[in-house]
């Protein structure tokens, strides 16, 4: 009775301790959600000089905001909901209320694109604590100013298309041999976990020999690790990280932030020891493409550096990538008509090469899959929106209607997904048509380097490093499944991307084999 008692009043104390944190945020709004004036250069106006305002927007409801409106509409297949809905009040840059804390939320592709590329500047990113805490302080996905722009800088080298073509296309192929092309005929799996974390539903089949797609990638190319249990062992701990993510940041036992900040000093313990074992041999041993071998040679970092760079590239080469294989499959199955064509080019290309591996001419040729790669980022894009915060008063003077000013410390929440989802910029914006990327007047949106119109990968100084390795590993994970199996959907599915991205059932496939035998690692 004593213990029921004490989880009562602990339970008690956790809501009053988050209906006072809103309350307070909530206080604080109504406070800065007035018409907020300023001058160009930041300064408060008086008198007539005051022609800038906060954008427009509602308060949602009492203390809770809009928080839940937007959770609602994040969790469905149609992430936008809330945007557009807000968007049609107030237009397409507007305030609303969210943790008991002011934003800005913006579906323009202009000022969405002027956020990004005054990052640093004007804006930095912000990301819950636990996010933070788990990524780590040293991390090029939370750290700011030069540090940011040097680790950008490092990882970017590491990942443009010559290193590709040298250090990767070979390891990701015999990972795909590994991971992908073993699975019995008629068996099912459940895809997501496959291209994730975890092992098919048929037990027949051990989780590294038939799953683990993105991670063995990442920590075989990273880490240079390809014993199966210790990829498994990596898969589980990063499943634990992953899913403290987003989570309170509450470091008892028994919370997904408690189970995620222990998988990360596992984590940190794994890449210290890889760390040491180079430094005892030398750096001349070959580690998986040599990545954390380059970084010991060629950067003044430390230890500690080092291991949050390389928990930020797994945790983003495994999270993005397999999701985005995951929705390309989803989309083909949904469109048998891109499946056919996609089908035809694999086949193409495996019979030139025979049973050689790929080379990167062929990967050139892959003109159609590549249409199919931007298509699912644009309707299913796992950076749905983009998180910033003002760093100093911030005036707007562009396109709209009105100019307004964004006060320091304001959240800014570019919504990508309300741009690539946009009747107004692709016609049929819903559907899945892979086609639209051979139109002419979607060329000059295609180019996600530059465009407003087209941002899977984010923009300005944190556009990913690791844009072009993860269009590499989703068309080679494209081109061994579709020129070794069939398939057929078990159950229907639908997307959420709260707490993260993902299909509800996993998608569910039984694979029929293709009797390509000749598909062996060599």
């Given at each position: ?63 809770v905001g809009h928080t839940l409106s937007c959770l609602n509409a ?218 954390l071998r380059r970084l010991l040679n060629e950067e003044s970092l ?157 923009g300005g100084a944190r556009l990913c490093p690791g844009a072009e ?54």
């Amino acid at each position: 009775m004593i213990t029921d008692q004490w989880v009562v009043y602990g339970i008690t104390t956790f809501l009053l301790f988050i209906v006072a944190t809103l309350f307070l945020g909530r206080f604080d709004l109504l406070k800065k959600t007035r018409k907020y004036h300023c001058l160009a250069d930041g300064s408060k106006a008086s008198g007539d000089d005051r022609k800038q305002y906060f954008p427009p927007g509602g308060r949602g409801w009492p203390v809770v905001g809009h928080t839940l409106s937007c959770l609602n509409a994040i969790s469905s297949s149609h992430p936008p909901l809330f945007v557009e809905q807000q968007a049609k009040r107030y237009g397409k840059v507007f305030s609303c209320s969210l943790m008991g804390k002011q934003a800005v939320m913006s579906s323009d592709p202009a000022f969405n694109c002027f956020v990004m590329q005054n990052e640093g500047r004007l804006f930095q990113s912000s990301y819950p604590k636990s996010f933070r805490d788990l990524v780590g302080k040293n991390g090029v996905i939370t750290m700011q100013g030069e540090q940011q722009r040097k680790l950008h800088g490092i990882a970017s080298s590491m990942m443009h298309l010559e290193q590709l073509k040298l250090h990767f296309l070979k390891g990701i192929q015999l990972v795909m041999l590994d991971s992908i092309c073993d699975f019995s005929d008629n068996q099912v799996v459940v895809l997501q976990d496959v291209c994730r974390k975890a092992s098919p539903i048929d037990n027949q089949a051990t989780p590294i020999e038939r799953g683990n797609v993105a991670i063995n990638l990442m920590v075989n190319q990273l880490l240079g690790i390809s014993k199966e249990s210790e990829i498994e062992e990596m898969a589980r701990l990063f499943s634990d990280f992953v899913d403290g993510c987003l989570s309170l940041p509450i470091n008892l036992p028994f919370f997904a932030y408690h189970t995620a900040m222990n998988a990360r000093k596992t984590i940190v313990s794994k890449i210290n020891s890889t760390i040491d074992r180079l430094r005892t041999k030398g750096c001349s041993e070959e580690v998986g493409n040599g990545v954390l071998r380059r970084l010991l040679n060629e950067e003044s970092l430390a230890d500690e550096a080092i291991a949050d760079f390389i928990i930020n590239l797994i945790f983003a080469g495994n999270e993005t990538t397999a999701k985005t294989m995951l929705f390309a499959v989803y989309f083909l199955a949904r469109s048998p008509n891109a499946l056919k064509k996609v089908q035809a080019q694999h086949e193409a290309l495996r019979k030139a090469a025979g049973e050689e591996m790929l080379t990167w001419e062929n990967y050139k040729e892959m003109h159609f899959t590549q249409c199919v790669i931007d298509e699912t980022l644009r309707l299913g894009g796992i950076a749905i929106w983009l998180m910033r915060e003002a760093k100093v008063d911030v005036t707007y003077e562009g396109h709209l209607a009105a100019d307004f000013c964004i006060p320091r410390g304001c959240s800014v929440i570019p919504f990508i997904s309300a741009v690539h989802l946009d009747e107004t910029v692709y016609r049929g914006a819903l559907e899945f048509d892979p086609w639209r990327w051979t139109d002419s007047e979607n060329k000059e949106k295609r180019n996600w380097k530059k465009s407003p119109f087209y941002c899977p990968f984010g923009g300005g100084a944190r556009l990913c490093p690791g844009a072009e390795l993860a269009r590499l590993q989703i068309a080679l994970f494209l081109h061994y499944l579709v020129t070794t199996y069939s398939w057929k959907q078990i159950k229907e599915d639908r997307m959420s991307f709260f707490p993260s991205a993902r299909l509800v059932n996993g998608l569910q496939l039984r694979l029929s084999r293709r009797n390509r035998d000749h598909l062996s690692t060599p």
